[in-house]
């Protein structure tokens, strides 16, 4: 097994947007100062030139419902419109959302 520490210093700005609620875009860039590579287990240290970097990040959330947040199986024999006062119950409760990223 390989033992590795890896440093990373940058310097830079971003932005999101939030295209719709639950789906968002962000951009960042910048330039990356130093990076470097310590593998502890035969004392190599790398390391690289400054260098700029630029990141584009399409990010998108679910929604859970009340049951699925507790850990429980989502009744399938409900009608829809049971279940959307359900889901219209539990956002007046408060939002809870999963990340992840595309």
Known sequence: MRLVDFQEIRVGAGFSWNIKPLLEVNLHGGYMV?????????????T?????????????LFELSMKERLGLRPNVNNSNSQRRARA?????EGDAAVTRNI
């Open 34 to 46: 130093d990076r470097a590579f310590n593998y502890h287990d035969n004392g190599i240290l790398l």
């Open 48 to 60: 690289s030139r400054p260098s700029p970097y630029f990141t584009f990040n399409l990010q998108a």
């Open 88 to 92: 219209s119950q539990y956002r007046s």
